[in-house]
């Protein structure tokens, strides 16, 4: 492989003009098409074959007129203090009439037909016509002023439900990632060419991107977390994976080689270890699909193609970028060195000592896992909403005056004929506060029951009052139910996805490294990171610990997505450290270091580029946290900190160490097997041949321009 990606690296160089427009051209293409195809996105999170989704299926197809996956609202309306609603009928009565004018609104029912029993809170169901995506700003402004006349005779007005979600949208966050990342690589380099390199080819590479994750949308129903999550992963790679390449480019430079040969050498060494270091990542998204939730297939799909791209970008547009600069990438206020100083004697610390390290490393993860044990699935709703918003209010107004259940009714679909039967069997169940009369559909053969449960929809409860009722063979759904299957689904799934992604990179690290020790330990230091990931995020987002720090709003449940999302990301990018690091240790080895002196060499050479690519990472993810979305805060912290964890305690500080401890055992593998498996020669070994390292003719006199003579 290194060869095939020397002689790309240099044909990229030589023929940059072309390179260059080239991949203008196909973002070109690509920004046309993203304008003129591209779709909305949505909020909704479906899994076919859960009950709920089958009982909303057929609410679907039997009862329309329930709106079943259409967009709905409730509008609350509370009296003042020492007070009843029944004073303020008329001022009401016009709020409902201001509502029932919605250009896509289907239905508003009474909401003096539903209000609590002290006669201070009431609220009106609203049922759009078309799902959530499909409302406007314009119908979402309609939903909040219609309460207006209520306002003014002295009540409050509040509105919550699907109907007021809103487009996620980019904000400062991504931007203040973007320029802690252009100050880490300025750093790093001491040159601002150096720097701009890995920036603007990573601009090309999320631009490409996002364009066809646009594209997508016009296509294929899409959640709107899946263009974030491409932009996320695609930024963070694409400069990373520059990063890694450009610094092998100086190293190249700094021992004697001309611009081109030492792009080649880059490309065919530093971009072997890019390739299956983004292929990790890829089989890591990519498995997703094992999981079977088309959500969750889309995100991960969307990212992995951002991850191919900057893959691509970084073994074609950065060498031809290279050509570009010239030998003005290699200038700098200080003299470049290829080790780092300060990583060589941490990494002479770590390997003198490596029990001590190894079980202080391990130990400490462990227990930032602790809060893990209490980790609990759900989906946000307007419970997690700030305390200053109208969802929040009204999520609140519903608790206080009817009861935490009013949060999240079931819905239970039966025959008309045993609708009754059906009502009393629920209303003997526990934890139910009430059951509504049986509403018939037109065709005379099917009723709905409304269940409100006396505990909140985020309660364990409630779970298990939908257990009891669908045991009593009823069929529930709704999105307190959705939200429940979902959960149980995402839980079902993370021990198969989990073993896929772990046996297929164990297969593709084992051809990488030709050893089986070094994959099995990349693999458990994963295991570390995750679960002390998953600990970090359960004392933030669920337990309230640093809630102000990091700006939640409120807690409750962790996002049910997060931890198979997470699993795979993490994988991926734990991998990619892995790969950067124990390659160049490899290298050590292979030109004969002995074992302690291939870490620790290979370590110094390493240090430098994988502590900036971490704190890069970091920082693009932390950006996230800005958020003003739940979820997209969540997976930002997530990502954030298991890079913190993976980069800092497992591969910069249990992988020396352990590696110590495994001496050239580290590198063995039986004959038999190393004898089938292929030689991809990721440390260029093949490079040190005569005819591969002899400085090729420039083709024109561009070439010894860019060439540096």
Do not use: C
């Amino acid at each position: 492989m290194a060869t095939y990606l020397y002689r790309l690296g240099k044909l990229s160089f030589r023929r940059r003009r072309l390179v260059l427009a080239l991949w203008l051209a196909v973002i070109a293409a690509l920004g046309a098409g993203a304008f003129t195809l591209s779709g909305p996105t949505a909020d909704s999170f479906e899994i076919p074959g859960t009950p709920a989704q089958e009982a909303q299926d057929l609410l679907a197809a039997r009862f329309p007129q329930a709106g079943a996956g259409n967009a709905q609202a409730r509008v609350v309306f509370a009296a003042p203090a020492g007070t009843r609603l029944s004073s303020e009928r008329a001022a009401i009565e016009e709020t409902v009439a201001e509502l029932r004018k919605g250009a896509q609104v289907a239905d508003v029912t009474d909401p003096m037909q539903a209000v609590n029993p002290t006669g201070t809170v009431a609220y009106a169901q609203v049922t759009y016509k078309v799902q959530p995506p499909g409302l406007t700003e314009a119908d979402r402004e309609a939903l909040t002023g219609a309460g207006d006349p209520a306002r003014a005779a002295g009540l409050t007005v509040e509105a919550g439900g699907d109907a007021l979600q809103t487009p996620v949208e980019m904000g400062a966050g991504e931007v203040i990632g973007f320029g802690i990342a252009a100050l880490v690589l300025l750093i790093t380099f001491g040159s601002l060419v150096a720097a701009g390199l890995p920036l603007l080819t990573a601009v090309f590479g999320v631009a490409a991107a996002m364009a066809g994750v646009q594209i997508l949308s016009g296509f294929v129903d899409l959640s709107s977390n899946t263009p974030i999550l491409a932009l996320m992963l695609g930024l963070a790679v694409a400069i990373d994976y520059a990063l890694f390449i450009v610094s092998r480019y100086r190293h190249e430079l700094a021992a004697g080689r001309t611009p081109i040969e030492a792009a080649g050498h880059a490309t065919g060494t530093a971009g072997s270890a890019v390739t299956f270091a983004g292929l990790t990542v890829v089989i890591a998204l990519a498995a997703l699909a094992v999981v079977n939730i088309p959500f969750l297939t889309q995100m991960g799909l969307a990212a992995a193609g951002a991850v191919v791209v900057a893959v691509v970008i970084a073994l074609t547009l950065l060498p031809a970028m290279l050509g570009f600069a010239g030998p003005r990438v290699a200038k700098s206020r200080r003299v470049f060195r290829g080790a780092s100083p300060a990583g060589r004697r941490w990494a002479q610390l770590v390997t003198r000592r490596p029990v001590l390290w190894t079980v202080a490393s391990v130990l400490g993860l462990l227990v930032v896992a602790i809060p893990a044990l209490d980790l609990r699935l759900g989906l946000p709703g307007d419970n997690v909403a700030g305390p200053e918003t109208t969802q929040r209010k009204a999520y609140d107004l519903l608790a206080d005056g009817f009861g935490p259940g009013f949060n999240g009714p079931l819905v239970v679909v039966v025959d008309a004929a045993g609708a009754d039967q059906a009502a009393a069997t629920v209303r003997s169940l526990p934890d139910v506060a009430m059951v509504t009369p049986p509403v018939v559909n037109p065709a005379g053969d099917t009723a709905i029951l409304q269940v409100v449960p006396a505990s909140g929809p985020d309660d364990a409860r409630t779970t298990d009052l939908v257990h009891a009722i669908r045991d009593n063979g009823l069929v529930v759904t709704g999105l307190t139910a959705v939200n429940i299957d979902i959960a149980a689904r995402m839980g079902d799934a993370l021990g198969p996805y989990l073993a896929v992604i772990v046996v297929l990179a164990f297969l593709l690290l084992t051809l990488l490294f030709r050893s089986l020790l070094v994959p099995v330990k990349a693999i458990a230091g994963f295991l570390l990171s995750v679960v002390a990931t998953f600990g970090a995020v359960v004392a933030v987002f669920q337990w309230g610990w640093l809630a102000d720090v990091f700006g939640v709003a409120a807690t409750g449940p962790i996002v049910s997505m997060i931890p198979v999302l997470l699993i795979g990301i993490v994988f991926g990018l734990a991998m990619d450290y892995e790969v950067f690091l124990v390659s160049r240790m490899r290298e050590e080895h292979v030109h004969g270091a002995s074992p302690r002196d291939a870490v620790v060499n290979g370590f110094a050479h390493g240090a430098r580029v994988v502590t900036a690519a971490a704190i890069i990472m970091i920082s693009v993810f932390a950006g996230f946290v800005l958020a003003p979305d739940p979820t997209i805060k969540s997976i930002g912290f997530a990502l954030a900190a298991a890079i913190l964890f993976d980069a800092f305690v497992v591969r910069m500080t249990l992988v020396p160490a352990v590696m110590t401890l495994l001496g050239r055992r580290a590198w063995s593998l039986p004959r038999r097997l190393d004898r089938m498996l292929p030689d991809v020669d990721v440390e260029g070994e093949r490079l040190r041949a005569p005819e591969a390292v002899t400085p090729s003719s420039p083709s024109s006199p561009s070439d010894l321009v860019g060439a540096g003579r």
